[in-house]
């Protein structure tokens, strides 16, 4: 499915302010960026907002403030994949991030991983495993982010940021160990599911040996719209959720809530921001024998249109004391968190079946904030009494850092976090 | 993705032959079908090679002779399920098939399963569970099927069709017994997945208490293609298989290799087909590290065109002796195998993790014939010694009996079925 909020470009984006040059370290090297980085990134680097997504099926500026897949406009599919590290050789890590960078740069380019795929030496393995071959580039965006246990690894212990703190145990967690956690993780968004799961497919290749796929996920539709003239696209339970979402356009709220800033610290992480994963069984079964009503009332919307409580459509302004003190929209509000805002990008799963003849089906969620501590949690905190958790159940979680963006050709992923580590140069 | 495929219909529906109007019970039925089913049915009703597909993100007839989901061009994404009953009260089943049929009447042409999903009684369960609101048609297509076990119910046994066999065990199986067989099953192929799971998890509500979910499959991207003139899409080994499928505009060999003829028998499964389901897992790790030369002779293809060992194009007539005897388009083939032709219907899948830190990944093969023992059966015989099963294994299997079309608007799926069993009327 292809909507129209895919093809809308941040035209906000083209005036790079101050702050981005600091994130960029600087006009000289955004403008060194700009001529290095190839066609792609000439064609939208420079932006603060981050490039918020190329015309039908074009590629997403890899070069940037920040990385791609956050402001951007949403894509339909995504393959999340989460990686334990298997090397304790720092320098081995350390090039196999520069690889990931490069093959980065070339797939959301739209091009195979390397230069002469199937021209190359036929006794040699393929540098890409060619199920995206022919495809276009489908806006695809790999995002990174480290894990708190990476900064166990590597000596950078004092480098983890305070920010990334270990997520609490939440009222109504029900954690597998196997789907939460991981040192690091790759988020793969594009509009063709194929091209998602063929650019973390390659990863996964180039890391053989120094990591391995600790758990993924694929997300078969999303569930979040960062284009705020779209309609919000509707969960398994057949609502629109998180209507008020952080708009890709919005500098000023992206600034506030998603963008770490040079004064929150580390230096590495200027720029960058923090995601907090979330595997979210729906219990469907249950939901779909509740009455009309008592959906109504638990979300605080009616379920045609959207609209809160008492009100006509999805986007006019929540009365919350219209609605249950138990209500998910209320709960949720800024207003019910202390202003706490974050930046949702989740996906719809469905996993097959749970062995007790129910599908294994829910929500991805996904979310990216400036701070953790002011975030998901004090939010995840308040949604302890959600009407929602009869009927749903937390069963994966994992917190990672986020990394600024890929500057130009000879930056790559991390490059800010190992180069200025006190046991690395 | 949408592919230019998926918008071509079939001109050559158009003209019912004597044999579709026999598989439909006569003209006057044909005609009285095309009068009741409604708009949808009106549009394209009548066809012997099946409704072709509609327009783009169009509705697909669900009256016809033949089951839609078969001849159909191949929509982009699939979830299928794979029910086990749970009544041993036979009208209570007819029942449940009568209210499918219902729901799978509505669904296709792109409504909600009742008529007034949400503004019906707040204080019951809504008759739709929602998330499809909005979504359009998407091509979608629901195709039920009846498991060997089925038969073993509600005084069926005598009418098995004999075509319906137990599939044998093959070498290199090593199946699941929680992803094989069912009592029944059916395929949703969607181009838009969230209209394919919305589908199969209204049907398996409208089922609570009769059937349960035995097992269900995503897959996130076509691997077939039924239109010829479309570049046969990658499999996860980046290669093009399944090139000479057969098309659904080719009629003549449709009637020879899919369609169960009246002098098949039974009579229930005129203008039926038998479902072959394996659920093949890709070593893709393995895979990903042989070298480019060893791809192509396994495959007996080169991985960039397609081309057949020798050949310049993908669509070149293979000359199989040049191919290693072993080589799995050499096996496959029906010059291998005494003529053996199946249409092949397969989609890609990435199921997460196995534990072992490798992607569960593979082909979800979907295979339609006349009949499985001059189909599947002898084709998979032969592949005993392909050259590909060092990187596959079949980890999941089904047979399922694909019954005719349903007619018109007071058919159901099944009916012939159960109105001809010997205990009921």
Tied chains: 1, 2.
């Excluded at 960062?226 to 600034?255: H, S, V």
């Excluded at 079946?353 to 400036?370: E, I, K």
């Excluded at 994992?398 to 500057?407: L, M, N």
């Amino acid at each position: 499915m292809s909507t129209p909020e895919d093809h809308t470009a941040d035209h906000n984006s083209s005036k790079p302010s101050r702050r981005s040059l600091i994130g960029w370290g600087g006009a000289g090297l955004a403008l060194g960026a700009a001529a290095a980085g190839g066609a792609v990134a000439v064609a939208r680097t420079g932006g603060d907002a981050d490039p918020a997504g190329a015309a039908a099926g074009g590629p997403v500026a890899f070069h940037a403030a920040h990385q791609a897949g956050i402001a951007t406009p949403v894509q339909d599919r995504l393959h999340f994949a989460a990686f334990d590290v298997k090397t304790d050789d720092r320098a081995e890590f350390a090039t196999m991030l520069k690889d990931w960078t490069a093959a980065a740069r070339r797939m959301t380019a739209g091009k195979a991983v390397g230069e002469g795929a199937y021209g190359g030496l036929a006794e040699a393995p393929p540098d890409d495993t060619g199920e995206a071959l022919g495809l276009k580039p489908s806006r695809l965006t790999l995002t990174i982010g480290f894990g708190p246990s990476l900064f166990g690894r590597f000596g950078l212990a004092d480098r983890r940021p305070e920010a990334l703190v270990d997520l609490p145990r939440f009222a109504g967690d029900n954690l597998d160990g196997a789907r939460s956690g991981g040192d690091l993780c790759v988020q793969a968004c594009a509009d063709d599911p194929q091209v998602a799961v063929h650019a973390i497919r390659n990863l996964a290749r180039i890391g053989f040996g120094k990591v391995s796929v600790r758990w993924s996920q694929l997300g078969f539709g999303k569930t979040s719209s960062t284009t705020p003239e779209a309609q919000t696209p509707r969960n398994l339970m057949g609502f629109k959720d998180g209507t008020r979402n952080i708009a890709g356009t919005e500098t000023d709220r992206l600034r506030k809530y998603v963008w770490v800033a040079e004064s929150d610290g580390p230096d590495w992480m200027t720029g960058g921001s923090y995601l907090v994963a979330r595997r979210i069984r729906m219990h469907i079964e249950p939901w779909d024998r509740t009455s009309l009503q008592e959906q109504e009332d638990i979300f605080g919307r009616d379920k045609g249109e959207g609209a809160p409580v008492g009100k006509a459509k999805e986007r006019d302004e929540p009365f919350l004391k219209a609605m249950l003190p138990d209500a998910h929209v209320r709960l949720a509000h800024p207003d019910s968190n202390g202003g706490a805002t974050i930046l949702r990008r989740g996906y719809s799963f469905t996993d097959g079946t749970d062995g007790l003849g129910r599908l294994d089906a829910g929500l991805f969620f996904l979310a990216y904030q400036r701070d953790v501590r002011e975030g998901f949690i004090p939010i995840q905190r308040n949604l302890a009494t959600d009407a929602l958790n009869e009927y749903i159940q937390h069963v994966g979680s994992a917190v990672f850092a986020v990394p600024p963006g890929v500057r130009d050709a000879d930056d790559w992923w991390g490059r800010a976090l190992f180069s200025a580590s006190p046991t690395e140069g």
